[in-house]
Each structure stands twice: as C-alpha cells, then as structure tokens.
C-alpha cells in the first residue's frame, strides 16, 4: 500500500474513551453570548424565541442520536445524557462532543428563521462543549440539580435588574442596588416595586427546559392500504418542571438506570 509509510503517524492519536458503566454529560454553551444576545437584541431578560430556537436544536438532536435520555437547557447551555450502558461512538469523549455540538450548532443556524422571521442571524454563533462522566445516580442528578439552582439564582437576578433597568436605572445603578442582596430581598423588591410575584412567573424561564421522551400516538397512512394506523411512539419534547425535587425521578423511573 502506497499509504503504509505514512500511517504511523495514526498512534499519535490519543485514546479518549470515557470510564464505562458512567452517565455521560455532554453541555455545550455558546461562545459570547452576551455580545451575541446584544447584536440580535434579545428581549431582556428572557427572549422567547432565542428558548424555542434552543429547545428545538436539542430535541432535533435527540431525534438523530437516540442513546441520548434526556437534556437541560438554559440561557445559551444546554447538557446532553448518554446513559451508563451507551456505546455511543465507543463512548470516545472528542466524537461524541464534537458530533453533539456540530449538530446543534447547524440546527441553530438552520432554523433561526423559523424563530427570528425576517430578522438576519447577523455572524455565525458559536458553541464550546466538553463530556463529564457520573458514576452514581445521585451524581447526575446533582449535576443536574446545579445546572437548574443556576437557572434560578441568574433569572431571579436578570429579572431584578431588568425590572430595575426598564424602570429608568443605569446599568450600573441597578448593579450597584443588588449588590449584596439575597433571594428573599430580590423576590420582596419584585413584589413591593413592581408588584411581581417571582413565583408566578412562567417555569420555562425559572426552570429552564427538560427534553424528554414522551409517548405520543402518531396517526401515519399506512402506504400498504391507504388506511390511517396509530401508533404510540418516544417523542422528544419540552417540560418546564423542577427536577431538583424527588417527583420528577419518581415520575421518570426508567431515566435512570
Ligand atoms: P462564554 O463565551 O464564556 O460562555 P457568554 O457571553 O456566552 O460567554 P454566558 O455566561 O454563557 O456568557 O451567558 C450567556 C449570555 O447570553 C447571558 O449574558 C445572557 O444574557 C445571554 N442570553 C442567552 N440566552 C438568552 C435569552 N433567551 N434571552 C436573553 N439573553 C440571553
Ligand atoms: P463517517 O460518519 O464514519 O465519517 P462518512 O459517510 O462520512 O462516514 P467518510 O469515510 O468520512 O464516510 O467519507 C466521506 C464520504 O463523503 C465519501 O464516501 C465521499 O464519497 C463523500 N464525499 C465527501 N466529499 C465529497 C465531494 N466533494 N464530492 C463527492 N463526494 C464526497
Ligand atoms: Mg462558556
Ligand atoms: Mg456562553
Ligand atoms: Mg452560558
Ligand atoms: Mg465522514
């Protein structure tokens, strides 16, 4: 083979295959969002459609990589969850993160029409992404359990500020006021100056967004006779609940195993 003398320099390569029999994380986060929410102008604190953009992103990736269980997403982050018996890609960390993050990434650009309308996505946005490994159940739920605290304590922030910002306060004046405060005092300024009850807000921006299988029955035309025939099928879709607390797993069983 004319290629032989050449194809030492495959042992080069560096073997990255993840502990077996470990929940796999994938998060992928985008690259300077902050300037990239500014540019597109971003409703602040929340917009709508750059969530839904996200949303759809992670469940079409669900729809072409099925060993994925479920995915949480906030702000511009979403993490992805392989099970514990995956042989995904031989469980090889650099083919996985990269396959994940180049598929969303493309859908993100793909569908941003379908979210912005006639608005141009203006620079090709960018995402990082890394693998983590979760031997215990309990590790994956509490890595989950720090991604949603994390949703929570910068909503209740972002939606403070904003609030403060909307009302006429600089940047830095609002900064300045919330320096130092905790939750009970964010929630009662809400509640006393702009008459906000920050649990009555809506879960997708508290909670951020949960992927999961759902069964759904889907009505097709059977092409063998032209007769409509049901199924019930996994459907990837979007749930806005609290998977801190135990009811979520007790509702999911089958999550984790
Ligand atoms: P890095 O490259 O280090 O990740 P970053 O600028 O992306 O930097 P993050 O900590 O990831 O910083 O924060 C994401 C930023 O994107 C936040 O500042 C947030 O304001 C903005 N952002 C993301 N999604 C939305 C949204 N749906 N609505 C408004 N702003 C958003
Ligand atoms: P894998 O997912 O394992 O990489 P693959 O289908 O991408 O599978 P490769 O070994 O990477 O397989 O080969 C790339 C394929 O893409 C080739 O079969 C080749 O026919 C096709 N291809 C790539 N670029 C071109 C091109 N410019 N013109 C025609 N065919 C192309
Ligand atoms: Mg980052
Ligand atoms: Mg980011
Ligand atoms: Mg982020
Ligand atoms: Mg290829």
Redesign the pocket.
């Known amino acids: 083979m004319a290629n032989s003398k050449f194809e030492y320099v495959r042992h080069f390569e560096q073997n990255d295959t993840l502990l077996p029999n470990t929940y796999i994380v994938i998060r992928i ?7 990239f ?1 500014q540019t597109h102008n ?6 709508r459609r ?2 839904d953009l996200m949303n759809h992103c992670a469940i079409q990736v669900m729809k072409d990589l099925h060993d994925i269980i479920l995915a949480y997403g906030q ?3 979403y993490s992805f969850v392989l099970p514990k018996k995956s042989n995904l890609y031989s469980r090889r960390a650099s083919k996985l993160s990269s396959t994940v993050v180049s598929l969303f990434a493309s859908n993100y650009v793909m569908a941003w029409p379908t979210f912005f309308g006639s608005q141009a996505i203006e620079y090709p946005p960018c995402f990082d992404s890394r693998t983590v490994c979760y031997p215990s159940d309990q590790n994956l739920k509490d890595y989950l359990n720090w991604r949603q605290a994390d949703c929570h304590i910068n909503n209740l922030y972002n939606t403070t500020f904003w609030a403060l910002v909307h009302d006429g306060l600089t940047e830095t004046e609002a900064e300045d006021k919330l320096k130092g405060t905790f939750s009970k005092d964010k929630n009662e300024l809400l509640f006393s100056k702009y008459n906000v009850n920050y649990n009555n807000i809506e879960p997708i921006y508290r909670k951020g967004s949960t992927i999961i299988r759902l069964r759904q029955e889907v009505t097709s035309i059977s092409p063998r006779n032209g007769e409509p025939v049901t199924r019930t099928k996994l459907v990837p879709a979007a749930v806005h609940d609290d998977i801190i607390g135990q009811d979520f797993w007790d509702k999911h069983q089958n999550l984790l195993q």
């Open positions: 986060d985008g690259r300077g969002f902050h300037r929410s971003f409703a602040k604190p929340n917009d750059a969530i702000s511009d982050e």
